[in-house]
């Protein structure tokens, strides 16, 4: 089990340009979300995916879009990045029961110029 | 609508001494608690949980939390810490009611240093 994987792990982008953070999980896990994390500002959830086909925004949903592709794959993208969005972009995915325990990916760091 | 509380942003202990991480939350239903470790580098993986029952609940690594609802905490403690705990611990809360569309609201983090 790889568990939650994302790609890429870095990236640097300049202001205006687009691209698409991907996730993926081998659990079955039913629900997937997508996290910031900023200094002193903890985790923020920008979207969530309760189960396929369904995608809810979160906290910090501005700037972004979501797909969830199927059950396994739940992708981020920024249209036209600012530099307000560098950041690290952790994916998780859960059961989706009550308990709610999420597993993480290893994160993206994402820079904006 | 949750939030939780984690007074401060950096502890420092010695090695071998006791480790309280403090947590308080703000629920208007009854919650499901967490705790997360982030060693450098990496995602956060899952400490220790409270969902029901025994109020006071064992993690990974020595871990422990008690749940206590009249002062509505969560603290995190260890008896003696080393120096592989030294990380970013986060808090976090959860609406038991919500089902699938339940979210996990997170805390700033506390960072964690071990002094040998």
């Known amino acids: 089990n790889a568990g939650v994987t994302q790609t890429p792990k870095f990236q640097v982008l300049k202001t205006g340009q687009s691209m698409t953070l991907q996730c993926a999980q081998d659990?079955?896990?039913?629900?997937m979300y997508w996290y910031r994390q900023d200094p002193g500002m903890g985790l923020r959830l920008i979207y969530y995916s309760a189960s396929e086909g369904t995608t809810d925004k979160g906290e910090v949903p501005n700037g972004y879009n979501v797909s969830r592709l199927n059950k396994r794959e739940f992708s981020l993208r920024l249209e036209s990045a600012a530099p307000s969005q560098t950041s690290v972009y952790f994916c998780?995915?859960?059961?989706?029961?009550?308990?709610?325990?999420?597993?993480f990916g290893p994160g993206t760091r994402l820079t904006v110029t | 609508a949750q939030s939780v509380t984690q007074l401060g942003s950096h502890v420092s202990v010695s090695e071998g001494a006791l480790v309280l991480l403090r947590c308080n939350y703000s629920?208007?239903?009854?919650?499901?608690l967490f705790w997360y470790v982030q060693y450098p580098n990496q995602g956060l993986q899952l400490l220790l949980k409270?969902?029901?029952?025994?109020?006071l609940v064992k993690g990974i690594n020595g871990f422990e939390a008690e749940f206590k609802k009249s002062e509505t905490s969560f603290h995190l403690t260890k008896p003696s810490a080393h120096m592989s705990d030294a990380a970013e611990y986060f808090c976090a809360v959860s609406d038991r009611r919500a089902g699938a569309n339940s979210k996990l609201t997170f805390g700033k983090g506390i960072t964690l240093s071990v002094r040998p």
């Open positions: 629920s208007s239903v009854p919650p499901y």
């Open positions: 998780a995915s859960s059961v989706g029961n009550r308990a709610h325990e999420q597993y």
């Open positions: 659990m079955n896990h039913n629900s």
């Open positions: 409270y969902t029901t029952g025994a109020t």
